[in-house]
């Protein structure tokens, strides 16, 4: 009787466990109905990881129409990712991404009254990765798998105080495959030694991602950060202007806009790794622009901006104009701003 | 039978019993129920498109190997891109095998229908179109098969693109036939490719009609081995509307065939007139490049036996007017630059133009007309050329055509 007790006792102040993540429904060949199944988080509406899931941030991400994405890393039990020095880190079948869009009411409390729009997750199964997304209801309570896409009517308050409107392009399973491509396979794009290799807030503390994913016997192999590539944040406005810029245009462009991306037929290679300033846009002409050249004779007119069909087409919001040509509707001003003063700064021809 | 052939056949079953067909129809919500089709649709399926006007917000996007998305005949399934909000073209295939065929495509925002890294890619009985004319604002592509092999364009028709109609790009082993342009800025292109087979097309009121380009600094290069016989080039005198920037926006309205560095291209048995600038127009790449693996000159080309009607009376040309003056009042159904000199070399080059008399502008560097220093010709060369062999597709393919 006292033992029984105490075990209500013990289950009473611990609470009963979470069930651990659904391994096996991440890897099964039909995706799960709903995002609550896999168990990746504790709650109903996604805001509480389980156990096993580390959270991380990029260096220089992707712009999304100002949604604020919060990341997450799942391996499975006792698995752990081996570092690659270039490219993606190798991470074991299994391996879960986890990424939410989400918007605060006003973005400058990014923390405050954050509405979820989707989940996206990026399995790696056997066969190799797969792409989901799981859109949440406005309940906040449930998230559904969506694979032919939907538009998502978004309201917030812009940095300036602007009430901003927007059309939310949540994309099909197809589109995820466009930027996630490499030869053709899906790949994650973020998960790169050098854009990992910078500090994260846990709630332990600040560590560098590369330490702390080492220490936790998530990452194999990894040298000290000092020594690993690092890519800069696009808006520490300590580093140099061109590291900030092309780390911009890397996580920007560069996914589709390298050898084996989407957009290899162009030539125009925006990605870190591209050494020729002719294929990087610079004096080049445009191929398959078509009204996306907006009159413009070169991507990148060296020390003139205005006169760049980059810039056109980061400023444009007309489809078959603007670029990138999925995930965003908006232009992103403080982008833009970097790009162009940029431009500016490589000597006119 | 021999077992080889048995296995073949049960295969051939199979995949026929297999085969489903999934059928969508015209309404609302176009969008999710196309997509979620073409999401679901599992090798040797049928995407089958209903009669009606189908209206999409967003591009289409189509990934698995061997499948068909048909409608129910071209003006009877109109696909509408008029309210499009999102992606580059209106539908983009990136699997093998693909046929897409009985529709018609309207008002990209881009491109009309894409296809990147695709082998066996078919496009028949297409209509894909801009509704509000020639503008500089229309896609630039209609029907755009890019780094993609064995390639068919068959019986599709393509107006109001604001760069090529139709336009095969660094790929491999194409035929585009009975198909139509018109009021394109150019009604096909062929562009850093090889093995391609244009014939019994009609190419017509577009600015340039049939271009067999190469161009430096892309993944392939060293288009090579094409065929353009008997084609309709005829009245091609819409008024050059590219953007700016785009290379088509050089092409000189009323130019019939235009041949832009390249080797080995063969042009015979066309009907060709009604172009003011040229019936046929050969010339070098003439902007800067520093690709040290580029070749400018057009080489080996053949142009033979085609039918000349008037052309080249008001060349489209920086001194266009005073060339025609020179040449008593018109050019000569083909024209060429006669560069043989670039950066990277001299060279002898080697060309059969049958068809005379030929204006030979004997320009010392690409694009130099002020250089020019003409002379008329009854021919060009000697014949001996061999003709590239012809464009063979897999059987099953090549039985698509209606």
């Known amino acids: ?349 | 039978m021999n077992s080889y052939a048995v296995t073949l056949v049960a295969v051939l079953l199979a995949t026929a019993a297999n085969a489903k067909t999934l059928k969508v129809a015209a309404g609302p919500n176009a969008q999710e129920r196309v997509q979620t089709a073409l999401l679901d649709a599992k090798p040797g399926d049928v995407v089958a498109l209903g009669m009606g006007r189908f209206s999409f917000t967003d591009g289409l996007s189509l990934d698995v190997d061997n499948v068909t998305v048909t409608g129910a005949g071209e003006h009877k399934t109109i696909l509408s891109f008029a309210k499009q909000k999102g992606a580059g073209e209106g539908l983009l295939v990136t699997s093998d095998g693909v046929t897409v065929r009985d529709l018609t495509m309207q008002d990209t925002k881009g491109d009309g229908i894409k296809s990147k890294a695709a082998d066996r890619i078919s496009f028949v009985s297409l209509t894909v179109e801009w509704t509000g004319g020639p503008k500089e604002t229309n896609g630039a592509y209609g029907v755009y098969p890019v780094a993609s092999s064995n390639v068919l364009i068959d019986h599709v028709t393509v107006r109001g693109a604001s760069d090529a109609g139709i336009y095969v790009g660094q790929s491999k082993n194409i035929i585009v036939r009975n198909s139509r342009a018109e009021f394109n800025v150019a009604g096909i292109e062929i562009e850093n490719s090889s093995n391609a087979d244009v014939f019994g097309n009609i190419a017509t009121h577009n600015a340039g009609g049939i271009l067999v380009f190469d161009l430096p600094g892309l993944p392939v290069m060293g288009g090579h081995s094409t065929r353009i016989f008997r084609n309709m080039v005829v009245d091609n005198d819409t008024p050059n509307f590219a953007p700016k920037g785009n290379i088509v926006a050089g092409v000189p309205t009323g130019s019939g065939v235009m041949l832009m560095a390249n080797r080995n291209v063969h042009v015979f048995e066309n009907t060709i007139s009604g172009n003011q600038t040229a019936g046929v127009m050969i010339i070098a790449y003439s902007r800067d490049f520093d690709d040290k693996t580029y070749n400018p000159l057009p080489r080996d080309f053949v142009v033979r036996d085609n039918r000349f009607g008037r052309n080249g009376w008001a060349p489209a040309l920086p001194g266009g007017k005073d060339l025609a003056a020179a040449m008593g009042g018109s050019m000569p159904p083909i024209m060429w630059d006669g560069v043989d000199t670039y950066p990277g070399g001299h060279e002898t080059l080697r060309m059969w133009f049958k068809d005379g008399p030929v204006a030979n502008l004997r320009m010392t560097k690409g694009g130099a007309v002020e250089t020019a220093n003409p002379v008329v010709t009854p021919s060009v060369g000697a014949p001996g050329l061999a003709e590239p062999s012809p464009v063979v597709l897999p059987v099953e393919q090549d039985k698509l055509a209606s």
């Open chain 1, 1 to 349: 009787m006292r033992r029984l007790v105490a075990l209500v006792a013990a289950v009473l102040i611990l609470g009963v466990a979470p069930a651990p993540v659904a391994l096996d429904l991440l890897l099964a060949e039909t995706p799960a109905p709903t995002l609550s199944d896999y168990h990746l988080f504790t709650d109903a509406s996604g805001r509480v990881p389980n156990a096993g899931l580390t959270p991380y941030g990029l260096n220089t991400p992707l712009f999304s129409d100002y949604s604020e994405k919060s990341r997450l890393l799942y391996l499975p039990p006792g698995a752990r990712a081996t570092y690659r020095e270039i490219g993606v880190l190798d991470f074991p079948v299994g391996t879960t991404l986890v990424k939410t869009f989400a918007y605060p009411a006003d973005l400058r409390r990014p923390s405050l009254g954050l509405r979820s729009i989707e989940t996206r997750l990026l399995i790696h199964k056997s066969q190799g990765w797969v792409a989901l997304t799981y859109v949440w209801n406005t309940g906040q309570t449930q998230a559904v798998l969506k694979r032919a896409g939907a538009r998502l009517p978004v309201s917030f308050v812009d940095l300036k105080g602007a009430r901003q409107n927007l059309d939310y392009a949540v994309p099909n399973q197809n589109q995820c495959k466009e930027c996630h491509s490499l030869s053709g396979s899906l790949s994650p794009i973020g998960p790169k030694a050098r854009n990992l290799n910078g500090e994260f807030t846990y709630t332990s503390g600040r560590e560098n991602q590369l330490t702390h994913w080492s220490r936790l016997g998530n990452l194999v192999g990894a040298p000290d950060p000092k020594v690993a590539p690092r890519t800069a944040a696009w808006t520490d406005e300590r580093a140099p202007l061109e590291d900030r810029a092309r780390a911009y245009l890397d996580g920007n462009c560069g996914h589709c806009h390298n050898a084996a991306g989407m957009a290899s037929n162009s030539g125009l290679f925006l990605n870190l790794e591209e050494a020729d300033p002719a294929a990087r846009g610079i004096g080049r002409r445009p191929v398959a622009a078509g009204r996306g050249s907006g009159n413009l004779d070169f991507d990148i007119s060296p020390g003139h901006p205005e006169a760049s069909i980059l810039v056109y087409r980061m400023k444009s919001r007309e489809p078959g104009v603007m670029m990138p040509e999925l995930s965003r509707s908006m232009v992103h001003t403080e982008g833009v701003a970097l790009i162009e003063a940029y431009l500016k700064s490589l000597p006119a021809r």
